[in-house]
């Protein structure tokens, strides 16, 4: 169970993801709600450009493929803040692909980013959350600042829920995120360190602007983010909105591949 997040004042948010769409309106909200937010993304003049202005936004560039780099970052953050109460990867690629069109390029840009991006992530973050919450005493003097239990989370899909047309290789990458989720869960759970997993529909950003199809229940950026602060007004792990499409999803999900394959092929073309 999580902690739930009423009052985002103060609090020490990292996003990762953060120069465009969801992560950016994200970024957004929680500043506007008090939170000291660092913002990285490849992107440092999109940054700039959104962030520059804002006095509590600390804007850290970076490739989500440079392991070292996510290292580097998380150690700059609890020197310089302290400690980090929410982490949040938000950094996704996505390229619609078929099976007699498969990009392998592609396909291993969007496992780079999707999944092995979030593996590095959790692995600099993870241990400095563990040696907030005092699991790590005596290991990692002088890191974690303000004692605390900080939580971390990751943005998968419901295209993480069973397989889709067109997501050939997205949604494997975020089966693949949604699985590890879970198992972060499992170990962290009693530590005390908290991990969410968010599951969007769709959202209009430049990464679904790609699409050639009417995308069901769309949301803005900002009804999405808003949904996400919601979610974190619950202890639940899953956070997945909006809630009219991802039950449907969710029910579709239970289906045996009997049924939902020949369901879903309707809509494959
Ligand atoms: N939009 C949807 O309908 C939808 C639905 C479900 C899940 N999602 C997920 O939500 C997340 C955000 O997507 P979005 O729709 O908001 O797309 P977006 O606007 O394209 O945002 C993607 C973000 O990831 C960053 N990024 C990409 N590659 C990176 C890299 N190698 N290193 C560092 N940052 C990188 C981008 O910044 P730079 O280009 O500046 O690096 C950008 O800030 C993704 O994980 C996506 O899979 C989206």
Do not use: C, H
């Amino acid at each position: 169970m999580n902690r739930p997040v009423r009052d985002w004042r103060g609090r020490r948010v990292w996003i990762v993801g953060a120069s465009t769409g969801i992560g950016a309106a994200l970024a957004e909200a929680l500043l506007a709600a008090g939170a000291r937010v660092a913002v990285s993304a490849r992107s440092a003049g999109r940054l700039q450009q959104r962030f520059g202005e804002a006095p509590q936004a600390v804007l850290l560039p970076l490739d989500v493929t440079d392991a070292g780099a996510l290292e580097r970052t998380a150690a700059t953050l609890v020197e310089t803040w302290g400690g980090i109460d929410s982490a949040i990867y938000v950094a996704g690629d996505y390229v619609p692909m078929r099976a007699w069109a498969i990009d392998l390029a592609a396909a291993r840009r969007m496992i780079d980013v999707n999944l092995v991006g979030a593996f590095a992530f959790a692995a600099a973050v993870v241990p400095r959350l563990l040696a907030q919450a005092g699991e790590m005493k005596g290991q990692r003097e002088g890191l974690g600042g303000e004692a605390g239990r900080g939580d971390i989370a990751f943005v998968a899909s419901v295209a993480g829920y069973r397989g889709l047309p067109k997501a050939l290789a997205y949604g494997p990458t975020k089966a693949a995120l949604i699985n590890f989720a879970e198992s972060l869960a499992l170990d962290l759970q009693p530590s005390g360190v908290g991990v969410r997993l968010i599951n969007p529909g769709f959202v209009a950003t430049p990464l679904t602007a790609q699409n050639d199809f009417a995308m069901p229940a769309l949301q803005t950026p900002a009804a999405a983010a808003a949904a996400i602060v919601a979610g974190y007004r619950s202890a639940a792990f899953e956070i997945d909105f909006p809630k009219r499409f991802t039950r449907f999803m969710k029910l579709l999900a239970l289906l045996p591949a009997r049924l939902y394959l020949p369901l879903v092929r309707r809509f494959a073309d």
